[in-house]
């Protein structure tokens, strides 16, 4: 089994900064698996917000946050990044990480639906 705990969350204020960590244990888990981030804003489904290939040479961000987000991986420490930068009201929401676990051929890395593995979310709160 794997298990992620996500760290980091908090209040700040718009156009300010925060690094969300995911920190990935159990003996399944292989630095050579997809990991994502996604978000769940009140009153919205989950919606994904970025992530890492298997390879760890592609990142792919939504729109909404492309230029202002990025995602890094400390595979020796099993742990994933996300530095949030220019942060709006709108980011405010529950950030959860994601990872599968590498079973299929290729991966949707933008899809809820490939991911087998979550954590229990962090809060994020924008002030305006």
């Known amino acids: 089994q794997v298990q992620l705990v996500e760290s980091g969350g908090g209040l700040v204020q718009a156009g300010g900064s925060l690094r969300l960590s995911c920190a990935a244990s159990?003996?399944?888990?292989?630095?050579?698996?997809?990991m994502g981030w996604f978000r769940r804003a009140p009153g919205r489904e989950r919606d994904f917000v970025g992530a890492t290939s298997r390879s760890g040479n592609d990142m792919i961000y939504a729109d909404s946050v492309k230029g202002r987000f990025t995602i890094s991986r400390d595979n020796a420490k099993n742990t994933m990044y996300l530095q949030m930068n220019g942060l709006k009201p709108e980011d405010t929401a529950v950030y959860y990480c994601?990872?599968?676990?590498?079973?299929?051929?290729?991966?949707?890395?933008?899809?809820?639906?490939?991911?087998?593995?979550w954590g229990q979310g962090t809060q994020v709160t924008v002030s305006s």
């Open positions: 159990g003996r399944t888990f292989s630095s050579r698996y997809a």
């Open positions: 994601a990872a599968e676990r590498g079973t299929t051929p290729a991966v949707d890395i933008m899809a809820i639906r490939s991911y087998d593995y």
